[in-house]
């Protein structure tokens, strides 16, 4: 069945996955079943968009309630669904309006939109000149302006030519960031941790330092926590880490409770003020399914602490990890429940060590070939972290190249 499944996939899927070779048929809380009835717990949690856990009762009631009463109906027109949704993300994130979209890379995109249109009618940079500064190894989503200034060549082979207007600098260097600004910066677009780069936590006090500079030269700093926000790193948003705010916030993956896809750019109102009718929409983008789900979403990380949570069960984990004695393990890293353990490549692959986790019954995905990922749900238990260390344990001894 699972290599029928498999072979099926691969004949009618384009292959821009390379999936571990199971097959999931159903999942609940933090666990997921393959169709042969095993038995998973899901460490990558789909990259945070999983944090409440699969199936989650508040979530599901949530959205199949509104399913029945109103689903789509496009922001042709007012529905009773988005304000209370959208009130809370304001109220929540300390910034005063939201725009509605519904994956990670169209909320970026409303970004980079928001920070040009800022630049050329407020700090009146010349037309076309605005830029924008990212970071080194930065991971913002996949179109093909945002694919434009990523650090990684496999993102960018022959998709080309490129948006321009866009300023490279080294992730986490203060330095190099003063330099890089000019008249004509708009905005600095990071994230607070590094995702999709290994999860790389830059030093301590970077990021304050970094909103320092902003302010002093008129730059709007944009944070996308489509990752690192709602709960993940131990904080609601990574950027309460360093006791700052941002002009503009990019959230996604949690914000869809784990059952849809749902993203906003938040912001200060001088900035979203700049949007008017015609200038950006969506057609799915805060639809009443969405909206129900995305307030409900935020309510459960709420109500049930998960952010809190995450800080407590991340550190309870992050020391099992490092007290693990293995010579595979060159770093262990990290924030909250989302910790990346770096493998030395001359002794193993990443993806070797998440092949036999997954023979073991844990699921989880390696990033940039090096790094092992560990993003449970943040409803994990302490006696389930427990479990998963003694699996990963067993997976290192067993790739531990004997001593001759
Ligand atoms: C996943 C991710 C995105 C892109 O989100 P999609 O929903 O896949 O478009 C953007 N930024 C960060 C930091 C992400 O982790």
Redesign the pocket.
Known sequence: MTNRTIQKENTFCAHNYKPLPVVLTRGKGVWLWDDAGNKYLDMMSA???VSHGHGHPRLIKALTDQASKLAICSRAFYTDTLAPFLEKLCDMTGLDVALPMN??????ETAIKAARRWGYRMKKIPQNKAEIIVAHGN????TTT?ISFSSDADYKADFGPFTPGFVEVPYGDIAALEAAITPNTCAFLV?PI???AGIVVPPAGWLKKAAELCKKHNVLLIL?????GLGRTGKMFAFEHEGIRPDGL?L??ALGGGVM?V?AFVARKDIMDLFNPGSHGSTFGGNPLAAAVGLEALKTLEDEKLAERSAKLGAYMMGKLNAINSRLITDVRGKGLWIGVAIDPKLATARSVCEKLMERGILSKETHETVVRFAPPLVITEAEIDWSIDQLKEVLAELEPKAA
Do not use: M
Not at 103 to 108: P, Q, S
Not at 139 to 142: A, D, L, N, V
């Open positions: 990259y945070s968009a994956t990670g890379a169209e909320a970026v991971f913002h989503g996949r945002i994230e590094q995702g999709e996308d926590e489509i990752q690192s990019i996604g993956k896809p993203s």
